[in-house]
């Protein structure tokens, strides 16, 4: 496995020059990030695919290659790749299970395609594998029961949508995300009084 340089390499002018040192496991992930950053648009997005695909085609065996799977899948949605954003999101999730970020996004990419109900499915397998919510992990766990939320209000199922938001609000009820959501749901359905919720304090 390639080590992460504590230093930044020398960096070559030529892409070509880069690709040559992510195929012989020469070009560090941090290294491979700071060139990647500067491909923003127009030709250059889609070099910027080539070299992260390079680069995991090659170091495929990195304890880090979720990471570029990740940046991967973020550089196919800039140049209008939205399946093949999904199946390099799946690719992270698949190397790195416990990588929230990876199932959120993924979530998000179903979401666009069309396929909101495998979008909830992503989140709640991620709100699943996170039963005991450790300070680390809170903010996965809230972003996927607030996007859970979200897509079952927009998709008619009220109910469902509110018990995701009251998971989250009972996390944090600090938070004001889920909160809102959750107003927001209420304040368009005609619930007794009885039914109104409150956070714990």
Same mark, same amino acid.
């Given at each position: 496995?390639?080590?992460?340089?504590?230093?930044?390499?020398?960096?070559?002018?030529?892409?070509?020059?880069?690709?040559?040192?992510?195929?012989?496991? +020469?070009?560090?992930?941090?290294?491979?990030?700071?060139?990647?950053?500067?491909?923003?648009?127009?030709?250059?997005?889609?070099?910027?695919?080539?070299?992260?695909?390079?680069?995991?085609?090659?170091?495929?065996?990195?304890?880090?290659?979720?990471?570029?799977?990740?940046?991967?899948?973020?550089?196919?949605?800039?140049?209008?790749?939205?399946?093949?954003?999904?199946?390099?999101?799946?690719?992270?999730?698949?190397?790195?299970?416990?990588?929230?970020?990876?199932?959120?996004?993924?979530?998000?990419?179903?979401?666009?395609?069309?396929?909101?109900?495998?979008?909830?499915? $992503?989140? +709640? $397998?991620?709100?699943?594998?996170?039963?005991?919510?450790?300070?680390?992990?809170?903010?996965? $766990?809230?972003?996927?029961?607030? +996007?859970?939320?979200?897509?079952?209000?927009?998709?008619?199922?009220?109910?469902?949508?509110?018990?995701?938001?009251?998971?989250?609000?009972?996390?944090?009820?600090?938070?004001?995300?889920?909160?809102?959501?959750?107003?927001?749901?209420?304040?368009? +359905?005609?619930?007794?009084?009885?039914?109104?919720?409150?956070?714990? $304090?």
């Amino acid at each position: 496995m390639p080590p992460i340089s504590s230093e930044p390499q020398a960096i070559p002018s030529s892409l070509s020059a880069f690709v040559t040192l992510a195929k012989t496991g +020469q070009l560090s992930l941090t290294d491979l990030v700071r060139v990647a950053e500067g491909l923003q648009s127009g030709d250059a997005a889609r070099q910027r695919v080539e070299l992260y695909k390079t680069w995991i085609a090659f170091n495929g065996d990195h304890d880090l290659v979720h990471v570029a799977y990740f940046n991967y899948s973020i550089a196919l949605r800039v140049v209008d790749d939205l399946a093949g954003s999904i199946n390099a999101l799946r690719d992270c999730v698949r190397v790195k299970p416990d990588f929230g970020p990876g199932w959120i996004n993924l979530g998000r990419a179903l979401e666009d395609a069309g396929r909101v109900v495998d979008a909830i499915g $992503k989140w +709640q $397998k991620l709100v699943q594998a996170l039963p005991e919510v450790r300070p680390e992990r809170i903010a996965d $766990k809230l972003l996927a029961l607030e +996007q859970i939320g979200r897509v079952l209000d927009d998709s008619g199922v009220p109910a469902e949508a509110e018990a995701a938001l009251r998971q989250a609000i009972e996390i944090r009820p600090d938070k004001t995300e889920a909160s809102q959501l959750w107003i927001s749901l209420r304040q368009r +359905q005609s619930f007794s009084p009885r039914n109104t919720f409150r956070p714990n $304090k």
